[in-house]
């Protein structure tokens, strides 16, 4: 029986991954680049075994459905493959972050896995070569892999993972707080979502050219730790991104009134001189990009709209970490191989 556990923090996309260029393959249509936070994160545990007949996922205590093991079971078989082996698998994921809310569950719960499987089968796995594997399982897992900032190259199938950006720690700077206006699942998957608006919006084309010209601008933004240029192009890449959505066919949204009232709140703080910037993903919950020196000024501006819980406070996250179990992994994989 082979064990391993792993910690993943989700992290916000700051320019948005939205499309893909390849489905199976989950290669994006364009690079994307985000910031890990240390709120919410996924606990897996990977237990691979010769006595196991199927494979099993249970999520938050809770055996999945078939449907859902069998995304689970097509990703075990992409890393069954990587270390030769052919045990089924036990799947135990705790998620502390609301599951498919557009809150990145897909993201740390990914690459909470591949960490696990990693450390159960003792792969030895460097940083590009997980998020490159995390990236078959969600692409915005790939970024997770890393603490800071962390940027999705397109590639190919082989150069297609997340790097760290060099920030000389300028993310300890800053905070990102999150406004909770529904932890639901969502009616529109990201990755319904986004296939929809590749196949039908006609403002499709125009995401692309922008989402390019965002990039340079953060990343000129990280250099520089110029914080209005980056809460600007955060701010204005998500409007862009879910701009497309409302020209897919059929149209759809992912903001409620809600994060309408959550903006335009973000807007008014800022007018009155406390420097913020929202973001948001596929579904109604509103973050807020801010500096840590500013947060408690923007929470209590924000507490006299919205309820003390429906705020939280993130700041930086660390990447991947492997966790102890109660089996230590082995040091190789040898006895597990049967093909
Ligand atoms: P979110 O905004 O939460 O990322 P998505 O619709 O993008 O929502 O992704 C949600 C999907 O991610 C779930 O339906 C499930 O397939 C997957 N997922 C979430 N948490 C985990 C987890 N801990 N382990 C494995 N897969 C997970
Ligand atoms: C809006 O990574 O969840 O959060 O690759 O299909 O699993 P799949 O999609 P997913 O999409 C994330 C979309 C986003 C933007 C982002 O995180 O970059």
């Known amino acids: 029986m082979y064990k391993g556990k792993a910690r993943a923090y989700t992290n916000i996309a700051l320019i948005k991954y939205w ?7 989950i290669l994006p249509m364009n690079n994307s680049l985000s910031l890990t936070l240390d709120a919410f994160y996924t606990e897996t545990t990977a237990t691979f075994a010769e006595e196991f007949t199927e494979d099993r996922f249970f999520l938050d205590g809770v055996q999945q459905s078939k449907a859902a093991t069998k995304k689970i079971s097509a990703f075990l078989d992409l890393i069954r493959t990587e270390a030769n082996c052919s045990f089924s698998a036990l799947i135990n994921s705790q998620n502390f972050v609301p599951t498919a809310a557009g809150l990145a569950s897909s993201a740390s719960g ?6 696990a499987c990693n450390e159960a089968l003792g792969l030895h796995l460097s940083s590009e070569e997980l998020s490159r594997l ?14 800071g900032f962390a940027e999705w190259q397109q590639g ?4 297609s993972y997340a790097v760290q950006v060099p920030s000389d720690h300028w993310e300890n700077d800053l905070s990102m707080i999150f406004i909770l206006i529904n932890d639901q699942a969502k009616e529109v998957s990201s990755r319904d ?39 600007k192009v955060t701010e204005a890449n998500a409007l862009k991104m879910h701009a497309t959505t409302l020209a897919a066919q059929p149209p759809f949204t992912y903001w ?6 959550a903006m335009d709140c973000v807007r008014q703080i800022r007018q009155q001189g406390l420097p913020c910037y929202f973001t948001m993903d ?54 597990c191989r049967h093909v």
């Not at 499309?19 to 393959?25: I, P």
């Not at 990914?110 to 960490?115: D, I, Q, R, T």
């Not at 190919?156 to 150069?159: H, V």
């Not at 409620?256 to 009232?261: H, K, N, Y």
Request: glycine share 8%.
């Open 282 to 335: 596929a579904g109604p919950n509103v973050k807020v990009l801010c500096q840590k020196r500013d947060e408690q000024a923007i929470l209590q501006a924000l507490q006299a709209n919205f309820a003390k819980e429906q705020l939280i406070l993130a700041h930086v996250g660390s990447g991947l970490t492997a966790l102890p179990v109660n089996n230590p992994a082995p040091k190789t994989i040898k006895e």
């Open 156 to 159: 190919t199938d082989a150069t």
């Open 134 to 147: 995390a990236r078959k399982g969600s692409g915005s897992a790939c970024r997770s892999i890393y603490g």
């Open 110 to 115: 990914l690459a909470a896995l591949a960490g």
């Open 256 to 261: 409620s009134p809600e994060s309408l009232r």
């Open 193 to 231: 979502g986004m296939r929809r608006t590749v196949e039908t919006s006609s403002f499709y084309a125009g995401w692309l050219t922008a989402a390019a010209k965002d990039l340079v601008t953060i990343k000129q933004a990280i250099t520089d730790k110029d914080f209005t240029a980056l809460g």
């Open 19 to 25: 499309g893909k260029r390849d489905e199976a393959l």
